[in-house]
């Protein structure tokens, strides 16, 4: 099984500061990440897929990179609707799995 | 509408059995694989299950593999994910998906239920 590692754990941030989040596998998934947000209440909703390629109307401040064993999301200046979990997920090889997720959080 | 919708859940006893569906609409289901993808309170995502479109082939999580069985109608556009043996630990909410793109059956999921949640207690 792939063991995918998020950090930080949390990560307190201000409106319009930029956040970088990351994500870890425990091998090689080459390109195939996706990155969702979640938020509370909700179920969550595709950011990107093929480690940078944005879903349909996700806002230009996302982007996402990366490819092998290390990714990031990076939202360059957060808005009062980014704050949330964001989860990363592998899909290279079965078993799928979901990195343990990142808060965002108004500081 | 494009949307899927869960039902089945609640709650059940220790070794109990369940039956989850996901109703689907908007979209040509059988080209689509589908998998159920589950969330302890307060938890992280926890991948359960996936299958392909027409049904034949399917995936299980090594938690899961051995009690939980994936099905799907593509005459009714409806998933299904039974669950027998249940254990504590097999509670959770519970999410249907939709992969993104036709054609393989691994891959991110662009469509979710609003999920149905699965309480094993006694």
């Known amino acids: 099984e792939i063991v995918m590692t998020q950090s930080p754990v949390t990560l307190s941030l201000s409106p319009g500061e930029r956040a970088t989040l990351s994500c870890r596998a425990s091998q090689s998934v080459g390109y195939n990440l996706a990155w969702y947000q979640q938020k509370p209440g909700q179920p969550p909703r595709l950011l990107f897929f093929?480690?940078?390629t944005r879903a349909t109307g996700l806002p230009a401040r996302f982007s996402g990179s990366g490819s092998g064993t290390e990714f990031t999301l990076t939202i360059s200046s957060l808005q009062s609707e980014d704050f949330a979990l964001y989860f990363c997920q592998q899909y290279y090889n079965w078993p799928l799995t979901f990195g343990g997720g990142t808060k965002v959080e108004i500081k | 509408e494009v949307q899927l919708e869960e039902s089945g859940g609640g709650l059940v006893q220790p070794g109990g059995s369940l039956r989850l569906s996901c109703g689907a609409s908007?979209?040509?289901?059988?080209?689509?694989?589908m998998t159920w993808v589950r969330q302890a309170p307060g938890k992280g995502l926890e991948w359960v299950a996936a299958i392909s479109g027409s049904g034949y082939r399917t995936y299980y999580g090594d938690s899961v593999k051995g009690h939980f069985i994936i099905s799907r109608d593509n005459r009714r556009n409806t998933l299904y994910l039974q669950m027998t043996s249940l254990r504590v630990e097999d509670s959770a909410l519970y999410y249907c998906?939709?992969?993104?793109?036709?054609?393989?059956?691994?891959?991110?999921?662009?469509?979710w239920g609003q999920g149905t949640m699965v309480t094993v207690s006694s």
């Open positions: 093929g480690a940078s």
């Open positions: 908007g979209f040509t289901f059988s080209n689509y694989a």
């Open positions: 998906a939709k992969r993104i793109y036709g054609g393989d059956d691994s891959g991110s999921f662009d469509l």
